[in-house]
Structure formats: structure tokens, C-alpha cells
């Protein structure tokens, strides 16, 4: 049958405008993936990345190399992992970290629309701690002392924007009063001034805390998941508290670019949820702290979008601008 111009033409364009369609009839993926963690070595984030990476590699027949590439609150990574090609070979592992912090940093070079999520791996709670010598026992007790207070509520966080930063003042707009942040390098010079009971207040990780708490070095008040935590069943929630706009819980998932062909997105979906069923690496993100939760990335995408939603209102609202 002999085409007409036009018909060769058309296909031509078809070509031209699907650059994926001679990838795509190959094999993928053909050499090892780059999981990029935006997070130094030797924290919950990577070794929960790491315990995903060994598990899904042998199924996908090749190796997930995870490789860290830290600084500006996970932006360094994340802008890395955005301007890669959308080839399936370099994954971001995207965390809640991200969304909070282009709540705050409005023209940062990145924006979410340029991720497409394909699973949360796992979230962990924050917990709500105060120092020891603070003459109450419950999240109720500490709204009406911060009341009386002739000063704001001192607060130890882990610097402007961070998690620990904004939920500290949210804190504080729904319990009605005020705060000061007292920001610190990292959780172990926090916990010095909180345990000296020179800061009153810290919402720092659940696994962060309870070693202090108990050893009656601090006091724990509430945790922010949704439900009570099974490293500390007898502490209620924030929602139980009286403080339902208080429940969000940090989680680390994994995206790709935006552009990534939907068949390696299929692809990568099925092999990493399969591997977050692994007693294996479900007793490792436990180890760190985590709840395993790999779901879909239709629910990674709308986690990812609830967040953000939920911190642009709180920076906007406490008027919290970069330094």
C-alpha cells in the first residue's frame, strides 16, 4: 500500500513528539539507577532508602545505587534529581522536607510539578516534648501555662523552616500563644538546652525522644500521627489532645522526573511497594523509626499536595520568612 504525504508526514511527527517510543521498545532498565537521597549518610532517611534499594534492585536486574547529596534544607538533591533526564535511571527520594520547604522558599529553583511520586516508603511521627522541670503533665496543662507566662514559650528547633520550626509555630497559632524560636544546628545541641532547662519546649522524632523521656530527662506530651504509636502506645496523639490541625507525620517516598515514560513509573511502583512488603525491610524502617506505608502514586501524589497545602498555610500564617 503506497502512503501519502500526508501519512508520512503525520508518522514522522508522531516519531518527533514520542522520543521514548525507540527507548521504550528496549529493555529497562539497562544499567544501575541512582537513587539520590538528599539527606547526609547515617539517617533515617538513608537507611531506610538503603534497606529499599537492596531489596528492589535484584528484582529490577540491576543495581540501586544510593548516592547522598545533602544541603539547603534537601534543595541540592532535589534540583539535581529534576534537571536529570526522565529516563528512569535517577530517582529522588522526596520527603516531606521538600514540600515544607518551598512553602517558605517561594523562588527556589525547583517546584513539585516537576516530580512525579511513585511511592511513600514510610513515615514517623514527631513527638511534642518539654523540658522536665515545666510543672505540667499533659498538652492541655501546657496551653494554659504558655498562657500565663509574662514571655512566649521558648522553642528549640532545628533551624527556620524546618519541620520541627513549623510545627512548633502552629503550635502555638492553634493553642493561641506565642512563641520564640531558638534554632539549633542539629537535635543533639537541642536536647542540651532542653534537658539543662534552658528551652522549654521541642518537637523533635519520636525515636529522638524517648530516650530522654525515659530517663526523665524531658517530659513527653504527644505524638503528631494519626494514630498512637507503637513505640509508645500510652502517649496520645495531638488529635486526642484537643489539636486535630496538629496531625502530620515526616515521611520519605520516591519520585522521578516529570517526563519519566508511565511504563517505567508502572514499573518501579510495583517492584518498590512488593518490596515494602519485606519483613525484611519493614523491621528496618521500624528499626529507624518508621511506620512502613508504600502506597500508590496516586496517594504519594495527593500526600505530597496535602503537605505542601498544609505548610504554605502555616508559613503564611505565622509570617515566617527566610532569614
Do not use: C
Amino acid at each position: 500500500m503506497k502512503l501519502s504525504r500526508r501519512q508520512l508526514m503525520s508518522g514522522a511527527a508522531a516519531m518527533v513528539a514520542s522520543p521514548w517510543t525507540l527507548a521504550q521498545s528496549q529493555a529497562w532498565p539497562a544499567k544501575p539507577i541512582s537513587l539520590i537521597v538528599p539527606f547526609t549518610a547515617g539517617g533515617a532517611a538513608d537507611g531506610i532508602s538503603r534497606a529499599v534499594a537492596q531489596k528492589s534492585g535484584p528484582v529490577l536486574g540491576t543495581t540501586v545505587v544510593v548516592e547522598n547529596r545533602a544541603g539547603a534544607a534537601t534543595l541540592v538533591g532535589s534540583e539535581y534529581v529534576a534537571r536529570s533526564a526522565p529516563d528512569g535511571y535517577t530517582l529522588l527520594v522526596i520527603s516531606s522536607a521538600l514540600p515544607s520547604t518551598l512553602a517558605l522558599r517561594k523562588t527556589a529553583q525547583v517546584n513539585l510539578g516537576q516530580f512525579a511520586p511513585i511511592t511513600v516508603m514510610a513515615e514517623a511521627p514527631l513527638a511534642l516534648a518539654v523540658r522536665s522541670g515545666i510543672p505540667v503533665n499533659s498538652v492541655a496543662e501546657l496551653v494554659a501555662y504558655a498562657k500565663g507566662l509574662p514571655s512566649k514559650l521558648s522553642v528549640a528547633t532545628n533551624g527556620v523552616g524546618t519541620t520541627s520550626h513549623l510545627m512548633a509555630a502552629k503550635f502555638g497559632i492553634e493553642g493561641g500563644f506565642g512563641i520564640t524560636d531558638v534554632p539549633y544546628q542539629g537535635s543533639a545541641q537541642a536536647w542540651q538546652d532542653v534537658i539543662a532547662g534552658r528551652v522549654d519546649i521541642y518537637f523533635d522524632a519520636l525515636q529522638s525522644v524517648l530516650p530522654h523521656t525515659r530517663a526523665g530527662r524531658a517530659k513527653l506530651m504527644a505524638v503528631t500521627s494519626a494514630e498512637r504509636s507503637p513505640a509508645s502506645p500510652e502517649t496520645p496523639t495531638m488529635r486526642e489532645a484537643g489539636y486535630p490541625a496538629l496531625v502530620n507525620s515526616p515521611w520519605w517516598g520516591i519520585a522521578a522526573p516529570i517526563g519519566t515514560p508511565e511504563a517505567v513509573l508502572r514499573q518501579l511502583e510495583k517492584v518498590f511497594v512488593d518490596a515494602g512488603s519485606s519483613e525484611e525491610v519493614r523491621a528496618r524502617l521500624v528499626a529507624f523509626g518508621g511506620r512502613p506505608v508504600f502506597n500508590s502514586r496516586a496517594e504519594a501524589s495527593a500526600m505530597l499536595k496535602r503537605d505542601f497545602d498544609f505548610w504554605t498555610s502555616v508559613v503564611d500564617t505565622a509570617g515566617i520568612k527566610v532569614q
